[in-house]
């Protein structure tokens, strides 16, 4: 890769790799969306797949799919340093392990839950952007973006609502709300994505649907 390529590449993986870790982490607490409950990392997981869609829509279907399995391996690393951090003995002088364990110790399960929605929806995303791709002749980036975000992002938060919080809150009602908000980011998200393709695409060697 050429040094542009290269560091537009590498801080776009941060990005994603960073927006999955954060989600992990804050997921365990409900904000409310307009009226909505959905869990915090809400605003930070969405920024993964407009990431995925650049990077997919630049680079292509590997490096995408490469995107996705880094985040993988990174969550599952997380998930062993979050439990390692809420059960090594505390200083003695330390008063704030009660506190630490509620927010960090729910953490593994959300992780479980986020692996689960991860890798189908992520993959999904991947699979459905360049099958319209291939349709659409490399046209329509603004359709293909929303229409494959949409459809992950209601499998991905049917999973993910499913397995961290059952039996704990109202399943439908945070499915339901957590879609609709990740539905206005997308939406949002739009003018973000074409402008990044924008200013990557015309530096870097060009790849095929």
Known sequence: ????????????????????????????????????????????????????????????EELANEAVTCGFITLIFITGIAWLAVYWPAAPFWQNQEAFAGVIGNTPRIVVASLLAYVVSQKHDIWLFHLLKRRMNGRSLWLRNNLSTMASQLIDSTIFVTVAFYGILPLGEVIIGQWLVKLLIAALDTPVVYMLVALIRGKVRPVTA
């Not at 307009?34 to 407009?50: C, H, K």
């Open 1 to 60: 890769m050429k040094t542009f390529e290269r560091k537009a590449y590498v801080l776009l993986i941060s990005l994603f790799i960073g927006g999955l870790v954060v989600a992990a982490i804050i997921s365990s607490k409900i904000i409310t969306i307009f009226g909505l409950a959905v869990p915090a990392g809400v605003l930070a997981y969405s920024i993964t797949f407009a990431v995925s869609d650049v990077i997919s829509e630049v680079w292509g």
